[in-house]
Every structure is written in C-alpha cells, then in structure tokens.
C-alpha cells in the first residue's frame, strides 16, 4: 500500500501537554482541532490546524526535545511579516553560526529563498520558509 496517498501529520514531543498549549495557541496562534490521550496521560496531546486542515500533533513524552533537527516547516508568503508577528508575541528566532541572519534572524535558503527558525520551550526546532 503506497503511503502517498494517506494524509500525513507532524508529531512533535513535549515535556508539558499544557506549557505547550500556552505556547502553540497562545504564542503560535494554531487553533487545537482536539485533545486527547497520550500514553499515560489522559488530555496529554493536540491536534493543531495549519493550512486548512490537521498538520501538527504535539503530545506529551519523556522524549521532548531530544532532537536537534528541524521537526516541521511551515511555508509563509511573507516571511518578514511573520517573522514580525511571531517577533511580537515572543518567539526567539535561532541564530546558527554558520549561516549569516539579518537583523530578524532570517538567512538565504539553499537554490533561493528565504528560512527562519525558532524553538517550542522545549527545544524543538521549527522553520519558516519562503520562495522570496
């Protein structure tokens, strides 16, 4: 059975269902679909709205932010803009040594574009990418 034709959802690990709520709806602004269990823990995960439909499962996990990668990228028009609103509400954009930022923390995507990152309170790493 070819998984290309299932819909597919980004799971990411929090160490704090609720820290985690106050951060992806509160600072992220994503709207919950539902909650339900995780593991051991009754209301322990979120399912999160992006793009018109389900795209984000966080869930509580002993395993939080044991990765360093990027867990999942959204893809903006206008990165400055959401840059600055996500500026505006909190978020810490990352800065890695090897690739040169402007002043909102952005830096040329490899082939042309434009990439920001920022972290969850647990370390998980996200992106926000643009064609221009």
């Known amino acids: 059975m070819p998984l290309s034709t299932h819909h597919l959802r980004a799971s990411v690990a929090v160490s704090d269902i609720q820290k985690a709520v106050a951060f992806y709806e509160g600072v992220l602004g994503l709207r919950a679909l ?24 966080v869930y509580q996990s002993v395993t939080a932010g044991k990765t360093s990668a990027t867990v999942a990228t959204w893809y903006v028009e206008d990165i400055d803009q959401v840059v600055d609103e ?47």
Do not use: C, M
């Not at 995780?38 to 992006?50: E, F, H, L, M, N």
């Open 86 to 132: 996500l500026t505006s509400s909190g978020v810490e954009f990352v800065r890695y040594e090897q690739f040169e930022h402007d002043d909102k923390g952005i830096t040329a995507r490899a082939g042309g574009g434009r990439i920001a990152w920022f972290q969850d309170p647990d370390g998980n790493t996200f992106a926000l990418e643009a064609d221009v």
């Open 34 to 57: 539902r909650s339900g269990p995780s593991a051991t823990v009754a209301d322990g995960s979120r399912v999160y709205a992006s793009g018109g439909g389900p795209a984000l499962n």
